[in-house]
């Protein structure tokens, strides 16, 4: 129907409702032919102004459903503008209503505060239908209400929402303005209609159901103090979204569903007694569809948060959460059984949502959809219908337990149970299962978190307990239990997804580096669930670890704490791809870098900023941190230790200009201190990183911070030969800009002078020997320390560059790639090696490692098997060693 004559004719003829207003609100009618909707609109809801409340908001909601039913039904306003002009009239009808009862409480226009009204369901997400009642929960604050002397406040605060109530919901000669419900607040039957607002906050934190956290996804101040409900919603933000993908929300919806179809199973199948909103493939599984993904992915990802069915579905599928097809045809089915929803309450402003049973009335539906008869109307929303149950079912099917077995409840059967499936320690596997059915595991105290992991632990145990170290899983196993901190969504997670439990099972056995830190912080599985996007540069982790630790906002603990989270996570997610061969080793190797560069930028501007309240600062002066190493060459491991060296810009004779100024030396060496006790303080979220700064100038009995200058001629005065060579890959990576620049300058002019060759060898061969002496190679797998494995390489590259007097890449492939080609592919090969095993093997089983791990090493250097592997090592150290016998004219 596209024009409003048509619109006119039908509601005269279908509608009993609208015919009556038509004959009231001629005025209305007038604008609305002359084509003006939205002036009709504002007229309308310009009524609520008029001085007697309960008569202006009957009459502005007698226009406004005039004029939005004419609208809709000649096509001049979309399904979103319908809905938003009813949310819109109903967000000012309660503000109104609640503005007449304070009024009527005597209380003077100034002094209207200390209560807010929240919106949830449809009026929360501004999608309100026509004939809609209002979701409401109203809070107060005792403090601020404004009463009599002898009022109690929550008294008063009762008294004001029932004044409220009744100026809405009373039916008079005008009609009425809104129906509320006020059932969704806690306990509705014996809690006031007003919460206080602390008492709210604490149960919303503490005690709520889970089916209110779906309800608050749509929740928004509507009325009263704005501010006050804003920051109530801040407050319990993390109870509605919550940071941990929440997968427990599929089964609590699952569950939600099924009690709905079961109360109104009558109502379920299509046709004459179908109800559009909660029957099978109806509005309200396609509301749920969106919130349980929401619920599950948006305490990640903020853009998901979208309050409105159309909105959130869209934003699904634009962050790949559901597939872009579903998205389409879940929303063009919402919109078809929201319009028929409208039609069939536009009959007689009737809150319904079914299909009449009596021909007659269907006719009229049919009349007012323009569909020209019901069948037709009927076979367009059946289509609909269908779809919708099918992707719904198929998402509640997702979730489905698919158990097979159990383990037994017995000691003896255990032990009988565990020797048929090759567990290697039984009498453990017993104590484990005590502790877990004893419920002291938080994650196991509920029914439905023992009733999904009993479905899930056969497969898991037999993953764990057979594994390539068997006992040592079942104890992970155990610890990781104990860690965490709450088991319906996880366990239901990985029955849903057999892949996860498998790779659980993987990490808990295969990687003791992995395994101990997930045994210890079982949320770090989460970043294998939903992945971080691989950060492409120093910048983007600087920016994604300011916004994450709050830099510049939280203070110096929080700080650390969460600086220290966001690194144990990416550093995980890392390590699981290179342990599965799907991360390219030499990018894992400089995020690696890039992370710790930047947990040194937002940890030294901290850091700062608190010992200049104090101190205040050097001016034109600024502490310059130098990364040496694995860390200057962009190629840190999972375990690597970071080589620092502490540099300052300006003289050393300055000072600074705080209460309590230093000179410039001290200044810088306390305030380095201080950067080095951050980041290798333990705090509740574990270390962070080790530091050496054993390669300053004059080694430990040196000053740990010196000035550029002092730097400068100490290596041009009295450095040797293997100090030149760590400052090969030495670059800048915190520092006011000028300093940094000061800095690299300086190491710029001190590697582009060529050195003697003959200098250089001797002193690269007697620094050679020594470290072989103290720190000899472990094993055959000893990629870093055998005989022409890595440190010969890098040692190789550094002093083909000083020789050539040329400053080369930090990075050790860019530099060989310049000074040495043929030495490329041999690095790339040992990092591969020393990436894996510094994950697969602790130290101590480093020098002879089992046939197991050496099998799991060659998989994660993407090899065939142990033998591929050490023919192609074997070929790299024969390379190397041919280019050490160039370089330094003998034999290693």
């Not at 034109?620 to 620092?644: E, I, K, M, P, Y």
Request: glycine share 8%.
């Amino acid at each position: 129907m596209s024009d409003i004559a048509s619109a006119l004719a039908s509601a005269e003829r279908h509608s009993p409702f609208l015919r009556l207003l038509l004959r009231r609100e001629e005025g209305l009618v007038d604008r609305l032919r002359a084509g003006d909707a939205d002036a009709a609109l504002a007229e309308a809801m310009g009524r609520l102004a008029e001085e007697e409340a309960p008569a202006a908001l009957r009459r502005a909601r007698g226009g406004v459903a005039l004029v939005v039913a004419l609208a809709d039904l000649a096509g001049l306003w979309s399904l979103e503008q319908v809905t938003a002009a009813l949310s819109a009239f109903a967000d000012a009808a309660i503000d109104r209503a609640l503005d007449a009862a304070f009024a009527a409480a005597g209380v003077p226009p100034g002094e209207r505060r200390g209560m807010t009204i929240l919106g949830l369901g449809k009026l929360g997400s501004r999608e309100l239908n026509y004939s809609s009642d209002v979701d409401l929960i109203v809070l107060h604050d005792p403090a601020q209400l404004p009463r009599l002397r002898a009022d109690d406040p929550d008294e008063a605060a009762v008294r004001l929402v029932r004044r409220l109530g009744a100026l809405l919901s009373d039916r008079t000669a005008d009609g009425y303005a809104l129906r509320v419900d006020l059932r969704l607040r806690p306990d509705p039957d014996s809690t006031p209609p007003s919460l206080r607002l602390a008492a709210a906050e604490a149960y919303y934190q503490s005690q709520a159901l889970a089916w209110e956290r779906s309800a608050f996804i749509r929740a928004r101040p509507v009325a009263g103090d704005r501010t006050m409900g804003e920051r109530f919603l801040e407050t319990i933000r993390p109870f509605v979204w919550r940071r941990s993908l929440d997968y427990s929300a599929l089964a609590e919806i699952r569950d939600v569903s099924f009690r709905i179809r079961d109360h109104f199973h009558e109502r379920q199948a299509f046709g004459p007694g179908y109800d559009v909103k909660r029957g099978r493939g109806g509005i309200r599984e396609i509301e749920f569809f969106a919130q349980v993904h929401q619920m599950i992915f948006g305490g990640r990802d903020p853009a998901l948060r979208a309050p409105a069915t159309l909105d959130a579905l869209a934003a699904l599928a634009a962050a790949g959460r559901i597939a872009e097809p579903a998205a389409a045809t879940l929303a063009e089915a919402y919109r078809a059984l929201r319009t028929l929803e409208h039609r069939l309450q536009m009959v007689d402003d009737q809150q319904t949502h079914m299909i009449p049973r009596q021909a007659g009335e269907r006719a009229r539906v049919a009349g007012l959809a323009a569909a020209g008869s019901w069948a037709a109307l009927a076979r367009a929303t059946e289509r609909h219908v269908r779809a919708v149950a099918r992707l719904y079912d198929g998402l509640l099917s997702a979730g489905e337990a698919r158990a097979r077995d159990r383990l037994p409840d017995r000691a003896e059967d255990i032990r009988l149970w565990a020797k048929a499936n090759r567990i290697a320690d039984p009498d453990l596997l017993v104590q484990a299962s005590s502790h877990w059915r004893s419920g002291r595991p938080r994650s196991l105290r509920a029914p439905e978190s023992r009733a999904a992991f009993e479905a899930l632990a056969p497969a898991l145990v037999r993953a764990v307990g057979a594994g390539r170290d068997g006992r040592a899983g079942l104890v992970r196993l155990d610890r990781f239990i104990a860690a965490l901190p709450s088991g319906v969504q996880f366990w239901r997670l990985l029955l849903a997804h057999p892949p996860l439990a498998a790779l659980l099972a993987r990490l808990l056995t295969e990687t003791p580096l992995l395994a101990d830190a997930l045994a210890a912080r079982p949320e770090l599985f989460d970043v294998v669930i939903d992945p971080p996007p691989p950060l492409a540069s120093v910048d983007m982790a600087v920016e994604e670890l300011s916004a994450f630790a709050g830099a510049g906002r939280a203070d110096l603990e929080t700080l650390l704490d969460r600086t220290r989270r966001w690194t144990a996570e990416r550093r995980f997610r890392i390590g699981v791809d290179i342990l599965e061969n799907r991360r390219e080793v030499l990018a894992a190797a400089a995020e690696l870098s890039d992370m710790a560069e930047a947990a040194i930028v937002i940890l030294k501007d901290a850091v700062a900023a608190a010992f200049a309240a104090q101190h205040g600062r050097v001016p034109g002066q600024d502490l310059v941190v130098l990364a040496l190493g694995r860390f200057g060459g962009r190629a840190l491991t999972a375990q690597s230790d970071l080589d620092l060296v502490l540099l300052f810009s300006g003289s050393h004779e300055s000072r600074s200009d705080g209460p309590a100024p230093l000179g410039a030396a001290s200044y810088f060496n306390r305030l380095g201190q201080r950067l080095i006790g951050a980041l290798t303080a333990p705090t509740a979220s574990g270390p962070l990183y080790e530091v050496d700064t054993r390669l300053r100038p004059s080694g430990a009995q040196g000053l740990l911070a010196v000035s550029i200058d002092s730097f400068l001629r100490y290596q041009r005065e009295e450095a040797e030969i293997w100090e030149a060579l760590a400052l090969t890959r030495a670059r800048t990576v915190s520092g006011a800009p000028e300093a940094r620049a000061e800095a690299e300058e300086a190491i710029a002019g001190l590697l582009g002078v060529p050195r003697a060759a003959e200098a250089v060898r001797r002193g690269a061969l007697a620094m050679r020997r020594l470290m072989e002496t103290h720190k000899p190679a472990q094993g055959p797998l000893d990629v870093k320390l055998m005989k022409g494995g890595l440190v010969d390489l890098e040692f190789i590259v550094g002093a083909r560059a000083l020789m050539a007097g040329q400053r080369v890449p930090t990075e050790l492939e860019a530099a060989a790639a310049l000074v040495a080609p043929e030495l490329v592919p041999a690095h790339r090969l040992f990092m591969s090696v020393l990436m894996g095993l510094r994950l697969i093997l602790p130290a101590r089983d480093a020098a002879a490692p089992d046939r197991a791990a050496t099998a799991l090493l060659a998989r994660a250097c993407g090899k065939s098997g142990i033998g591929e592997l050490r023919h192609e090592l074997g070929l790299a150290r024969r390379t190397v060693l041919a280019a050490w016998e160039e370089t330094f004219g003998q034999k290693r």
